[in-house]
């Protein structure tokens, strides 16, 4: 579980760093924290500068996200990005306190990832469709609280106000989140982790509240529709942070298995894009809300691109890879792409897992039919290893604002995937300083 939860760490302050460059809405959450000002106890990460923990925090969390390239739990349930909710939290609030070793932090987050996916476990039915409430905010503010009650030492009392004081601040919906135009969808971790390091430093000072947050998490929320098993089997023994994927695409997790069928289409077959005439894309009910036409074919934020099925299948056939770039704001216009995504239909098999059957069909002039059954019914791990997370790690570390010498680079990728011999997390964040 060490080993898992570093990974996680590394993986999670990487595509943190390209955000503060590419993702307007971050740039505009730091703009406003530094016009704020205040106590400097906690890093900006990738702009540089501290600034209060707590908002500390709410700007590195609104980066966590940002680019949809964090790790996450795929399945039909939990659906939940476990880390982009948990290290930012946690970090902030060890800048603050000190001393805070590298086994400590990593103890920190595991438990914060374990409490936030048995949580997400537990409704009954799919999160994202069968209710309102957005569920990576709604489950995200606990591993936050969390994370930052255990660096912090609170007693069983207090983490326990703490997680009271966490579900008076639970909020999102899939509506705000899903609008076209809208932001939240990428800086959606930046109120969960504020939320979490208030609720916690609110407790450490004594404020109480109610004492059985996740029963009533689940009786507000969700109707007490909920099987307590996945909360309590082989708690403290079993670690769920071990069932996180890191991603090789920086997109929806419900895009990648569409992605990778059209990737082995366009190798297999050399389909040039000009020659493309139809795309049929079958899917999940989830599948179908990201593949609503038009907004979907046309997108308008990088965020909205990420989450639409025909452009991400577009990009995939056009370019036969899916980078950082091809989500910039100023290349979603592809002439090629835009053409491909607007010629892509949906076709609903109800069937079909989210995360484990897609296929996708490309017609082309002249009469070709060729097509790719992903059927990954077992979901088994397609497996992203140490190799393919530290090049990931450098790519998204020379979008940071604030620059990174290759030395640093080396120096922090090293520090991270050796926590266990830190005596204090401020030897991490003095590498980005």
């Known amino acids: 579980m060490r080993e898992v939860t570093k990974r996680s760490i590394l993986d999670t302050l990487g595509v943190i760093l390209p955000a503060t460059t590419l993702e307007k809405a971050c740039i505009s959450i730091y703009e406003l924290a530094k016009e704020a000002g205040g106590k400097e106890e906690s890093t900006l990460l990738g702009f540089g500068g501290k600034i209060p923990c707590w908002m500390a925090a709410f700007v590195n969390g609104s980066c966590a996200h940002a680019l949809d390239f964090d790790d996450c739990i795929v399945g039909e349930n939990p659906i939940h990005h476990p880390t982009a909710s948990t290290f930012p939290a946690a970090l902030a609030v060890a800048e603050k306190i000190g001393g805070v070793s590298g086994k400590d932090f990593v103890t920190a987050v595991a438990l914060g990832n374990d409490l936030s996916i048995r949580i997400a476990s537990g409704p009954t039915g799919n999160t994202m469709m069968d209710y309102p409430f957005f569920p990576v905010s709604t489950f995200g503010i606990f591993s936050a609280a969390a994370a930052s009650g255990k660096l912090l030492k609170l007693s069983e009392v207090k983490m326990l106000n703490a997680l009271g004081l966490a579900l008076h601040r639970v909020g999102g919906t899939n509506n705000a989140v899903f ?21 916690a430093l609110m407790a450490s000072k004594g404020i109480a509240a109610c004492k059985d947050a996740i029963e009533q998490l689940f009786k507000v929320y969700y109707n007490d529709r909920y099987n307590p ?33 059209a990737l082995n289409i366009a190798k297999e077959y050399d389909i040039k894009p000009d020659d493309v005439e139809e795309v049929i ?22 965020i909205a691109a990420k989450f639409s099925i025909p452009f991400c ?10 980078t950082i770039s091809d989500f910039l704001v100023q290349n979603l216009a592809s002439p090629d792409v835009i053409r491909i995504a607007q010629k892509t239909k949906f076709k609903l098999d109800p069937t079909f897992g989210s995360f484990t059957r897609a296929i996708v069909e490309v017609r082309t002039r002249g009469g070709g039919h060729y097509s790719f059954d992903l059927n990954n019914t077992k979901r088994e791990k397609t497996g992203v290893n140490l190799e393919d997370l530290i090049t990931k790690f450098n790519d998204c570390a020379g ?35």
């Open 229 to 261: 098993e996945p909360l309590t089997s082989d708690l403290g023994k079993k670690f769920r942070g071990s069932e996180t994927e890191y991603k090789i695409w920086p997109s929806c997790g419900q895009t990648h298995n569409y992605i990778q069928a």
């Open 313 to 322: 299948v577009a990009v995939a056939l056009v370019k036969r890879s899916v």
């Open 179 to 199: 609008a076209p135009d809208s932001d939240v969808r990428a800086i959606r971790d930046g109120f969960t982790n504020q939320e979490g390091v208030i609720s």
């Open 281 to 302: 894309i079958t899917g999940s009910q989830d599948g179908a809300l990201h593949s609503k036409l038009p907004e979907a074919a046309s997108p308008t934020t990088s």
């Open 399 to 433: 979008y940071s604002k604030k620059n990174l010498s290759q030395a640093r680079i080396k120096k922090l990728i090293n520090t991270i995937l050796h926590l266990e011999n830190v005596n204090d997390m401020g030897e991490i964040t003095d590498i980005l300083a």
